[in-house]
Structures are given as C-alpha cells and as structure tokens.
C-alpha cells in the first residue's frame, strides 16, 4: 500500500514538474512569437518605405516630391498640368455698397518651368469706344461695380490683353488681413514715407520708408497707398500714384508668396485654404488648386516677372474731364507675348537664347565677349516717362543689344528729364557705359529700394530722350 502511494506521489511530482517546464516554455515561445510578428512588420514598413521614397523620387524628389506622393501624384501629373492662369480682383469692403475692383493683376504659374507672373491692369483703363466722351463707367474698375458679375472684368480684361483667361478670384479686405495674420508677419521694404488720412473711411496710413514687418492691417494700409496729405507720392523713378500702387501692390505680393512657400510655412498650407475657402469669391475649384502646391513649394521669386499694361494717362481736356488710362494695343500685345506665350517671339524670327532670363522679360545671354557677360548680370528697369510708348521698345533693345539684363518695363509719370538711378551700388565705369549706350540721361545715385531694391538700375525715360 504504502508502495502505491510513493508511485502516486513520483507520478503527481512527475506530472507537475512536466507542467512546470511547460509553463516555462510558453513565454519563450510567446516571445519568439512577438518577434517574428516585429519582424514582418519592420519588413512591411522597410518595403513600404521603399516603395515611398522611390516614388517620392520619381515625382521629383525633395519636399515637392513628398507632397506630391502624399496626395496621390505621379511622375506624370505634373507634366500634365498647364499654366494656371488666374485674374485677381481687389475688392475693398470698407465703403457699403460700393464694390471698386481698385486691384486687378493677372497671375500666372507655370510647375513645368516654375516660372510665375504677375500683370497689373490700371484701375483707370478706359474700356468704352470713345475716350472725347469718357465717363467713370468706361473705367475697368467700376465694371463688377456695376455688374457684381467678375466675368464682366474678366472679359474685358481679355479684350484689353489677348488672353484667354478663364479663371478669377475676387480677393476681399478681410482675406488679406487674415492671410498675412496667418504666415507673418511680412518683411518688407516700404519704398517711401507715407502719411495720408481720409476720416471719411477711418483710414489711416503712416509707414517711414525702410525695411518694416507688415501685419495683416498694416498690410490692407499700405496697399492702398497712393498719395500723401500734402499731395506727393512715390518717388518718380519708382513710379508716382497709381504706377506706384500697382508696383508696390506686385512687390508685397511677390514678398506674401516668398514667405509663403518657405518650409516653415508648409504645415499652413490648410489654414491658408481655408482662409481662401471662406473670403474667395472664384470659379476655381479648390481641388484644382491642390494639384499645384505640391509643386509650388519649389518656386523661387527669382523667376517672378512682373509687369503693367503699358499706355498713356491723356490730358481730361480730351476725356470729358474723367482721368483715364489708355492702354498701347501694340506694346501690350509684345509685352503679353513676352511675359505669357515666349515661344511666339521665338517662332517670329528672335533667337531662342533670348528668351532666357528668369526674372524680366528677354535678354541676351549668347555673346562671347567678357563685356556682355558683365552686362547680363546687370538687372536693369525700364519706365517710360513720355506719352511715346514706342520710345520704351526703343530703350529696352538698345540695352539688350549691349547684353543687359532688362526686367521690368512700365510707364511713369511725365518727366522732362532722362535720369539713370543707381539702386545698388553699380560701378561708374557701368553707370557710363549705359548712359553712352542711350546717349543721353543724368545719371543719379538713389537709395531707393536700398540693397532689398530688385534691380539694379532703374531707367527713366524723358522727353529729352531722342
């Protein structure tokens, strides 16, 4: 009996020490467990990864490489996308029921080349048939005034330049305000003082000139900046009253765009579309819009043109008393090609090589000569000061024949006098060679601009100039 029981007791201390290494076993197995799963998963990511980073590859690379793979791009979308061609519409909301489209710029962006521009419309372009019996309707401005209908503008901005725009955004006080707020404050140079008060609007607007960080309200201010209370405005070789406005509209616009893009601001890019989404009034669909950021990451303003429509202010003894903007048929069309359709100057007989500068509108790059090369990185502009407009074409290729860099063109307003500013320090021997060039001009050191000016010299166009 007692037998028995010691053979039960071995077998029951048998059993449990079986059980016992078996309970030892099962963590180890359970580990080897987890580790093979961790395995199959770091492999699945190591592939997926892989498979990210080569199509991030293939779309480019870089950041816009990844956007445009996080959002379900290929190497293909973007060779499929055109120039995005969009008319922007300034609409004030600060005077009730009145609705002036005081800024109008055509805004183009190419993702191929990435190459972007930007074409101010003068508010006061006379859009009726006969300017001897001029009325403030006839002015471009007063059309979605009149009409509330952008398509009306947008027509008739087609009309003045030649474009076939289809798209327009109408961009409102408080859109700018907040999209400044947004990604700002901007850094930019304000190009003169400006002290100017209208009790009328409550507005308000006093900037020293100089290098200045622009929030959202300081922003609406100096973009409606024309003239000071004592009835001066910008300096003439920047461009007085609404020449001014535009330029200094299209330069803070250029510094928005600059900031924007930066990679700090990437993480933005949904607020700024909402902002865009609650203060738009566009036909543009959104989702087309999102096709071009991945890549809009990329641009440099260095390849920003930037223009006006070129004309003549005429005297209001000839316009029924209404001061209007005459617009050059014939300068737009070659100032429209230039800017928007290159490959048409190349087709009429103009080298290609002169179609190359990324910042203006042609220059020559092809001469051998140490001089010309020289030249080519001087980046010169060009304002016309006299009611001649072929006098511009004129002036923009003596300058290139001689290899210059010309980069803007426009008008001024009247000035007897030919003058050659110096904005950033450009050597005499230069300064000589240009004025020798035109065969004519006073040649003036202007800080104007300072070292953040975007060309290095700026041409006025006198009425001595023959």
Do not use: C
């Amino acid at each position: 009996m007692n037998k028995d029981k010691v053979n039960k007791r071995q077998k029951t201390n048998n059993k449990n020490k079986s059980q016992n290494q078996k309970n030892k076993q099962k963590p180890k197995k359970k580990m080897k467990m987890w580790k093979k799963i961790f395995l199959i998963i770091l492999l699945i990511l190591l592939i997926a990864g892989s498979v990210f980073a080569y199509r991030v590859h293939k779309n480019g690379g870089g950041l816009s490489g990844m956007l445009a793979t996080v959002v379900g791009h290929d190497e293909e979308t973007r060779k499929n996308l055109g120039e995005l061609q969009v008319l922007l519409m300034g609409v004030s909301t600060d005077q009730e029921g009145v609705a002036l489209t005081d800024t109008i710029i055509v805004a183009s962006y190419n993702p191929n080349t990435q190459k972007a521009v930007l074409l101010s419309i003068p508010r006061d372009s006379f859009t009726g048939t006969n300017t001897k019996k001029a009325v403030a309707a006839d002015k471009i401005n007063a059309i979605y005034n009149i009409t509330r209908d952008p398509m009306e503008t947008l027509d008739a901005v087609n009309e003045l330049t030649g474009l076939d725009l289809q798209y327009y955004a109408i961009v409102q006080t408080e859109a700018l305000i907040e999209l400044v707020d947004a990604i700002g404050p901007i850094e930019y140079y304000v190009p003169t003082d400006m002290n100017y008060d209208d009790t009328s609007q409550d507005l308000h607007i006093h900037f020293e000139e100089g290098l200045q960080e622009i929030d959202g309200q300081a922003a609406e201010e100096l973009l409606r900046f024309r003239k000071n209370n004592d009835g001066t405005s910008f300096p003439s070789e920047y461009g007085d009253n609404d020449i001014g406005r535009m330029r200094n509209q299209r330069e803070f616009i250029t510094a928005v765009v600059e900031q924007t893009v930066k990679l700090e601001n990437i993480t933005k890019l949904g607020t700024i579309i909402d902002i865009a989404s609650r203060n738009l009034i566009t036909n543009l669909d959104f989702n087309i819009l999102k096709d071009y950021l991945p890549y809009a990451v990329e641009f440099s303003t260095e390849n920003l043109q930037t223009a006006s429509l070129p004309g003549i202010v005429p005297d209001v003894s000839q316009t029924n008393g209404v001061s209007i903007f005459v617009v050059d048929e014939e300068e737009t069309q070659q100032l429209v090609k230039e800017l928007f359709y290159p490959e048409a100057l190349t087709e009429e007989g103009t080298p290609e090589e002169n179609t190359t500068n990324t910042t203006g509108n042609t220059t020559n790059t092809t001469s051998s000569s140490s001089t010309t090369t020289s030249n080519s990185s001087i980046k010169i502009e060009v304002l016309n000061g006299t009611s001649d407009g072929k006098l511009l074409q004129e002036v923009v290729n003596k300058l290139r024949e001689e290899g210059y860099n010309v980069s803007r063109t426009g008008t001024t307003t009247s000035t007897s006098k030919t003058v050659i500013a110096n904005k950033k320090d450009v050597s005499t021997t230069i300064m000589s060679h240009i004025k020798e060039t035109l065969g004519i001009g006073t040649i003036s050191d202007s800080g104007t601009g300072g070292s953040s000016s975007k060309v290095d010299v700026t041409i006025i166009i006198g009425k001595d100039y023959q």
